[in-house]
């Protein structure tokens, strides 16, 4: 026997029905992220939290990784949720594996997915790697992390923002995940590509390094941020000197050995902005249209009127911005400018500009929409 509910927002009282021990993610719905969750223990409320959806997953403390039968829950619900219980707790919640190919054109769960990642890339590589083989269905993964900030270990902060200025050299901290999945239908690769965002000093020192720089060195092309340039450099640098990235002999080098390859490139904040430089590049490289999209997520602007007139029209990019972030809107007090089309987030509780904030919208969004 199946019971349907809907549980509207608010405060809602609940006891765990299974025969066995269950998850959260087994019964409730990804919906429930932002929401908080209490257990009744000795005839008290305790370990209130709130709960986070991230990578395919319930973020939560021990107490609610495996909940006993009979457990009595207390919870605050954000937005309504629909539950379906039943003895063997099944999830109907479309939670876990979203396979990661290339769809056309905008899709929210493709964001969702995406948004997850670039979350997930802030993290050390023992996490990054764990939690990609627990939680995704990627054929193989692979992550790089390149950093010349050493400066900070040995000066500290304020000198090292003197050292900065006067040798005029923009300090990055890179990291990047390269993944890939073959569509068994088609038999085409999907690589996806996720820069990290900001979230050191001294990636902000290079986002507000303000210095432009031609792009590919082309007077045509128009210039972009020197620090992001710099930065995309860096990718590229790494990529050489790592052969057989995913078992290629050199990653990118050769675009048309991969053009029968759809790519889905994306970032948070300055990873937005490398996603964007690099479908670009790509672009410049031979890589189809048809063939690749961008999501950004928060993403400052990149380029000078010039460079976005010049790829506008050619770049499929999905610009996806918090109503509130102030990053976006740098281009009111810069001289550079965004393109790409632009899907607007409503800002709740505060989420503005962090990846976890924007995974939170994501999901009303999708709530709204599967209504």
């Not at 257990?39 to 107490?63: D, R, T």
């Not at 088609?186 to 986002?207: A, K, L, V």
């Not at 999501?295 to 509130?324: C, H």
Request: net charge positive; glycine share 6%.
């Amino acid at each position: 026997m199946k019971i349907k509910k809907t549980l509207t927002t608010g405060t809602h009282i609940i006891s765990i029905p299974s025969g066995r021990p269950v998850d959260l993610d087994e019964i409730f719905p990804k919906e429930m992220s932002g929401s908080t969750i209490e257990l009744l223990e000795n005839e008290e409320w305790k370990y209130k939290e709130k709960i986070y959806f991230q990578n395919n997953n319930f973020s939560v403390s021990k107490h609610y990784k495996k909940l006993k039968p009979l457990t009595t829950l207390r919870l605050t619900l954000k937005r309504e949720i629909e539950i379906i219980w039943d003895i063997s707790f099944k999830s109907y919640s479309g939670l876990k594996l979203y396979n990661p190919i290339f769809r056309k054109g905008f899709q929210l769960n493709e964001a969702l997915l995406l948004a997850q990642l670039s979350s997930l890339v802030y993290e050390d590589k023992n996490v990054v790697e764990k939690i990609l083989k627990e939680n995704y269905d990627f054929d193989h993964f692979e992550y790089y992390s390149k950093q010349n900030y050493t400066l900070f270990k040995d000066f500290g902060w304020f000198k090292s923002i003197f050292a900065f200025f006067k040798r005029n050299a923009p300090l990055v901290d890179l990291q990047f995940l390269i993944l890939s999945k073959k569509d068994k239908t088609t038999n085409i690769t999907t690589y996806t590509i996720i820069f990290r965002g900001s979230q050191e000093p001294q990636d902000w020192i290079t986002n507000f390094s303000l210095k432009y720089q031609l792009f590919l060195n082309n007077q045509k092309k128009g210039k972009v941020h020197g620090g992001f340039y710099k930065a995309l450099t860096l990718f590229f640098h790494t990529l050489k000197t790592k052969k057989k990235i995913l078992k290629n002999k050199e990653f990118l080098h050769d675009i048309q050995e991969l053009k029968d390859a759809k790519f889905l490139i994306a970032g948070h904040s300055l990873g937005g902005a490398l996603a964007t430089l690099l479908g670009c590049y790509l672009y410049e490289k031979g890589l189809a249209k048809e063939n690749f999209e961008i999501y950004t997520f928060g993403a400052p602007p990149i380029g000078t009127k010039q460079f976005v007139q010049e790829y506008e029209s050619k770049i499929k990019l999905f610009r996806i911005v918090n109503e509130d972030d102030i990053v976006p809107k740098l281009d009111k007090i810069t001289k550079l400018s965004h393109f790409g089309e632009k899907i607007v987030l409503k800002s709740n509780e505060g989420e503005i500009h962090t990846c976890d904030g924007y995974i939170d919208n994501i999901i009303d969004a999708i709530a709204k929409q599967e209504k």
